[in-house]
């Protein structure tokens, strides 16, 4: 399945063709995208049948109406160095435990966003993130898999003067600006990859004369703490809830490890994808 939020209304995807869950459910399932999580396990169920490229009510849409996936999580979890070069690129070790900070749930936004950029050490952070289903308490890492919705694609943009302006550093104040948190668009239940935990990610700048300059090519199977392990270690300390966001990690490519450091510019556009799900792109201006 792919879940996505057209015109903030919840839908099913395939391609360019929508069905909307309310209609093609009789009002057994609302519109609101974020209120769906509630009731993952009957929902998912009952889409799973849906088959959107023979649906009588299926319709075309433009990518530009998609937004946030998930558009209100509680929680929004953020793994710092959790691929092994971004670890060496910035100049630190490979952590022991999952290194853990939250994007306020304020700064999340959908797949095509404009972004105002708060200051000029602007960093882009290609990401897979993970949207809770039914999540939990304590979760066994062998049933952590059945307990998440599915994948989306995340930015994890981040000041970076403001994430190191302090001692401690500020990583949730400099990761929280306004749409510093885009993703989409869709979520993608696991059951159509052939591979879930081995998925190509890349970001890509365009520059405001049009060049193009692919600044992060990974893949998910170098994560260092992987899905399954970092939803039952979260599981342990948070209770996590249906519609969370885990953020779990950047592979490197990052502006701040390159020399000399590059930031995003006045005019640029920044395009990250990932294998399977597909791609969102935010425009930045000053």
């Not at 450091?261 to 399977?276: A, N």
């Amino acid at each position: 399945m792919r879940i996505a939020n057209l015109a903030d209304r919840l839908v099913l995807i395939h391609d360019h063709l929508a069905v909307d869950v309310e209609t093609a459910s009789g009002g057994r399932f609302g519109p609101d995208p974020a209120a769906v999580f509630a009731a993952w396990g009957e929902f998912a169920a009952w889409a799973s049948a849906i088959d959107v490229t023979d649906h009588p009510d299926a319709t075309a849409f433009p990518d530009e109406e998609l937004g946030a996936p998930s558009p209100r999580p509680r929680q929004v979890v953020g793994v710092g160095l959790n691929y092994a070069d971004h670890a060496a690129e910035a100049g630190l070790p490979i952590p022991d435990e999952p290194v853990v900070f939250t994007k306020f749930a304020s700064a999340v936004t959908g797949p095509s966003a404009d972004v105002t950029l708060p200051g000029a050490t602007v960093d882009w952070e290609a990401e897979l993130v993970v949207v809770i289903g039914t999540g939990g308490r304590d979760i066994p890492e062998a049933e952590a898999l059945s307990r998440i919705a599915g994948y989306t694609v995340g930015q994890d943009l981040s000041e970076r003067t403001v994430q190191w302006q302090a001692t401690p550093a500020q990583f949730s104040m400099g990761k929280s600006f306004r749409d510093f948190a885009p993703t989409g668009p869709a979520i993608v239940t696991l059951d159509e990859f052939a591979d879930p935990a081995t998925l190509a990610i890349s970001a890509t700048i365009v520059e405001v004369d049009g060049t193009e300059t692919r600044v992060q090519d990974g893949s998910t199977a170098q994560l260092i703490f992987g899905v399954a392990e970092l939803v039952s270690r979260l599981s342990r300390i948070l209770e996590l809830l249906p519609g969370d966001l885990i953020f779990t990690g950047t592979p490197p490519g990052v502006g701040a490890g390159m020399d000399p450091k590059r930031f995003l510019r006045d005019g640029e556009t920044l395009v990250t994808e990932i294998e399977g799900i597909g791609a969102i792109t935010q425009r930045f201006h000053a």
